[in-house]
Structures are given as structure tokens and as C-alpha cells.
């Protein structure tokens, strides 16, 4: 029997999940549904009354063509002739199991590491159950939680051995994520076979019909992948060439840009959108996302003012962008200088999918992962990479997390996960006035949002025009300092912008101090 891990149906027999119904009509109706492989998992019942219901769900099984596999416990699966088991780390050896089962029995093993992964492996495993992908409520202990970066890594790791393994994730895995789910947690040369699902399906009012919206995400892309070919496909020097039209395409689509942003800085940004050709709105409130997402705009995640409200409104608006496939920057503003701001990033990152993260080093640092990173209030803090290591640090990020990413400073380096390029414009007064920092992540949401299938061009040509509109504006002889340098950088912004709309480009020619960093 072929093994098809797509839709992996695990029961759950708790009152809670059930609600009263026959565990047996729950899985039918989910077999009906489409889901390929059912794994029954009883914790409390007695051995007697495990064997009446495994037979009663083997022959219901057998009919839709699936096998059923049952947890840990080989006696009952030899007891009803079930297709295999799946084994945790604490049950009965594989290799003691093999030689109680039939030999064309599926066995499954559970792997919450790289060294488990292996282990089962070399051991004859027919596929990994890896997990715990999200925190739920039997699996709190954030040390078991990979995510989808630390699944991802099994996954480079099972691909290095050379052999073939299925692979099933598990752990929180609902209609919302699951899409995500597949897509970032692929390393380069494997990904997920399927994803194991409880609650999702058996506590859904209608089984049927879950298992099969299961089905129709398993099989499709998410929304915010595009399928056009990508700026990675041309050089540099021919990337740099379509700036000028990206500008002058954003400044026809008149994009909105949904901030949620901090307060210190919501005037500037919304100047600054506004000077550049765009329509910001700045709401925290994520109920709103909903209404906002259909103008087709672009959703901005700021965390510099935190409050015990921001963190469930910042992730009701993840998910309605994400669920459009609209553009979401992510700017995790003083990422390490609390415990509830590590915290929230990693609330965040679990919560859904940022098209660009963009960030200074320290941030950077933080949301990769990093241990030691230390920020006084919103400031990188000191930095401990050169240019090779922040070309890196950009690099390995985007490469994990399957999107865009800007580390910002004196130098920018922004990354597709395939290469960095190096942005060198920009002036020093951009450093002395709150919120320039902050308005980067809105104006690459203004270009994403009107080019989203060129991500990489989108954000490239958002930081230049803004960096040479501040270089413009530093050089005008009104300017004497900050105070000046402010009403000048609007006009510059306003003045590129009216350039652009006429197609004119020669604010840009030979402008642009961009170098892609050999890794």
C-alpha cells in the first residue's frame, strides 16, 4: 500500500474534541474528506476496549483504501491486523518492533531533533512524525517547539543521509498555517510529505468538509507566493536598470499601506508615504485588517510602542493579510531589549508569514536567533559583525525564513536568500531625526504593495529612492541641521516622485552605490 502522508489524520477520543459523537462516524466522515493516512491514539482506554475500536476503525479504513496505524501500542496493532504503528522517543524500540510486526508493516517514529531524526533513520523508520511545530495546549514547553525553522533543519539534515524518508509534521497545525506550515519549513532539497492533524479536523462540526479544505491547502501554494520569475533570475547591474520604472509604477498605484507603528514616529511615516505617492493608514486596531486588505495594499508591523493589546491585534492582521497574499513588512523595533519583546517576537514569527523582515543588526540578530544580543531601548547596540558577517547574518535569515530581508545601517544589506546586495546611500542626518528608521519598512511596504511579484526589485528601489532623496535633501544650502533637513527630505521624496510620474530618471542616473557581497 502506498504511503501518502498529505493529510494525516491523528484521533483524539476527548470529550472536549468529540463533543458527544462516535469517534468512528468522526473518522469516517473524514475519510470521506480525503484524508490519506489515519493514526489511532488512545492514551486512557484499557487494552480491551483499545482492540474493539482499532477493529471497528480498520474496517472503515480499509474501505477508503487508508492504512491505520496505531499509537504505541504493537500489541493492538497485531491484535486488529492494523497497517503499522507510529512510535514515540519513550515507547517500544523500532528495532524490537520490526521483529513483532509483519514485515511490510509501516512504522512510524517521532522526532524532535536532528539526533532523533538520524537515530530513526539508521533504525528503518518509513517516516518521521516531526514535531512539535506550534505550541497547544498538551505541548506548552517551548523547548519542544521547533517551528518551522528548527523542522526545517531536520529536514536538511534527513536530506544529507541520502535516504528516503517520509516526513509528517505535527503540533497546531490548522487551516490558517498549514500552507505556511509546508512552504517555510522546506529545506533546499526536502520538504514535508504531509501534516498530521488532530483537533482540526475531529473537533470540527463538519469532519468532512474540514478534511477536505485540509486537502485543497496541503495540494496548493500559499497566497503570497507568486510564480513569476523573480529578480534573482538578473544581474545587478540589469536590476538596477528597472528601478526607475518600479518608482514610477508605485507612484501610478497610489498603494495603501496599512501601519500598525509606533505612536512616537505615525506623523513622519505618514508624511513620508504621503511625500512619496502613497496612502497610509495608521491603525493598531487588527480587526480592521479585514476591511483594509481588500484595497489590495500592504500591512506594516512596527512594535516600538508595545502594550498588553498589541500583540493579539498585530496577529489578527498577519493572518487576514496573509490569507489575501498581500505584502507584510515586519519591523521588530528594540527586538532584544526586553524579555516581553523577545518574547513578542517570537509570537510573531510562529503567527505568520513577513514578506521582508527589516531590521538593525541587533534586531536582526534577535529575530535569527542569536544568543548574547543586548539592546539599550531601540538601539542596535554594539555591533559585532563586519560587513562579510552582516552580509551573512541577511543572508542565512532570508534563506530560513523563505522571504526578504534588510539589516539596516550606514551600509544596508538586503537579501532574497540567495544573495545580498549592498546599499551605500543615505545620509548621516537620516540618523538624528526620529522615525527615518521606522519609515523604511513603510516605504517598502508602499513598493511591495504595488509590485509584489518582484519583491526583491520592490524594496531595492523603495530604500533608493529614499536614501538619494535624503542625500538631495542634505546637499540643499537651506539645510543646517535636522530641524531643516526634515521639510527639505519630504520635498526631495515629492520632488523624485513628480520626476518619476513624467518618466524622468535623472535623479537616479549613476546615483545608485550598490554592490552585491560575494559569500
Known amino acids: 500500500m502506498a504511503l501518502d502522508l498529505s493529510v494525516y489524520l491523528v484521533t483524539d477520543s476527548t470529550p472536549a474534541i468529540l463533543k458527544g459523537r462516535d469517534l468512528c462516524t468522526v473518522v469516517e466522515e473524514a475519510l470521506k474528506g480525503g484524508v490519506t493516512i489515519v493514526q489511532y491514539r488512545e492514551k486512557k482506554a484499557d487494552t480491551g476496549a483499545q482492540i474493539v475500536t482499532a477493529r471497528k476503525l480498520h474496517q472503515i479504513t480499509k474501505a477508503y483504501g487508508v492504512p491505520l496505524l496505531i499509537n504505541d501500542r504493537v500489541d493492538v496493532a497485531l491484535a486488529v491486523g492494523a497497517e503499522g504503528v507510529h512510535l514515540g522517543q519513550d515507547d517500544m524500540a523500532i528495532e524490537v518492533a520490526k521483529k513483532l510486526l509483519p514485515e511490510d508493516a509501516i512504522i512510524g517514529i517521532s522526532a524532535g531533533s536532528v539526533e532523533e531524526a538520524q537515530k530513526a533513520i539508521a533504525a528503518g523508520a518509513d517516516y518521521l512524525g516531526i514535531g512539535t511545530m506550534f505550541a497547544t495546549q498538551t505541548k506548552t514547553n517551548t523547548k519542544l517547539i521547533l517551528g518551522t525553522a528548527g523542522t526545517q533543519a531536520i529536514l536538511e539534515a534527513i536530506s544529507e543521509t541520502g535516504r528516503t524518508v517520509g516526513t509528517v509534521s505535527i503540533g497546531g497545525i490548522k487551516q490558517s498555517n498549514v500552507q505556511r506550515v509546508l512552504y517555510q519549513s522546506r529545506a533546499p532539497n526536502k520538504g514535508l510529505d504531509g501534516v498530521a492533524i488532530v483537533s482540526g479536523i475531529m473537533a470540527a462540526d463538519d469532519p468532512k468538509a474540514a478534511a477536505a479544505e485540509f486537502v485543497k491547502l496541503v495540494a496548493s501554494p500559499p497566497a503570497f507566493v507568486h510564480s513569476e520569475p523573480s529578480a534573482l533570475a538578473r544581474e545587478t547591474t540589469a536590476l538596477l536598470k528597472q528601478v526607475p520604472q518600479a518608482i514610477q509604477d508605485m507612484v501610478k498605484a497610489h498603494p495603501l499601506v496599512h501601519n500598525m507603528i509606533n505612536y512616537v514616529v505615525a506623523n513622519f511615516v505618514a508624511n513620508v508615504a504621503l511625500s512619496m505617492g502613497a496612502s497610509p493608514i495608521m491603525s493598531p486596531y487588527g480587526d480592521e485588517a479585514v476591511d483594509l486588505r481588500q484595497f489590495g495594499g500592504a500591512l506594516v508591523i512596527n512594535m516600538g510602542t508595545l502594550t498588553s493589546e498589541s500583540i493579539p491585534n498585530y496577529l489578527k492582521a498577519l ?147 529614499y536614501e538619494i532623496a535624503a ?49
Open 319 to 465: 493572518q487576514a493579510y496573509n490569507e489575501r497574499g498581500n505584502p507584510v513588512v515586519y519591523d521588530p523595533v528594540g527586538a532584544a531589549a526586553t524579555g516581553i519583546r523577545r518574547g513578542a517576537v517570537k509570537q510573531l514569527m510562529a503567527g505568520g508569514y513577513f514578506d521582508l523582515i527589516k531590521g538593525n543588526e541587533g534586531e536582526i540578530r534577535q529575530v535569527f536567533g542569536s544568543s548574547g544580543v543586548t539592546q539599550r531601548g531601540v538601539d542596535s547596540g554594539p555591533s559585532s559583525l563586519d560587513d562579510q558577517g552582516k552580509a551573512r547574518l541577511a543572508l542565512e535569515l532570508a534563506k530560513r525564513e523563505r522571504n526578504l530581508v534588510l539589516l539596516t545601517g550606514a551600509v544596508d544589506y538586503l537579501s532574497d536568500g540567495e544573495r545580498v546586495i549592498a546599499v551605500e546611500n543615505g545620509h548621516e542626518l537620516l540618523g538624528q531625526v526620529t522615525g527615518t528608521g521606522c519609515a523604511v519598512g513603510t516605504v517598502a511596504g508602499c513598493f511591495l504593495a504595488a509590485n509584489p511579484k518582484d519583491k526583491l526589485l520592490a524594496v531595492l528601489a523603495g530604500l533608493l529612492m
Open 471 to 519: 542625500e538631495n535633501a542634505a546637499a540643499r544650502e537651506d539645510v543646517r541641521g535636522p530641524g531643516s533637513f526634515v521639510p527639505a527630505f519630504l520635498d526631495e521624496l515629492y520632488a523624485i516622485r513628480q520626476a518619476a510620474s513624467k518618466g524622468n530618471d535623472s535623479w537616479f542616473s549613476e546615483r545608485a552605490k550598490v554592490r552585491e557581497i560575494a559569500l
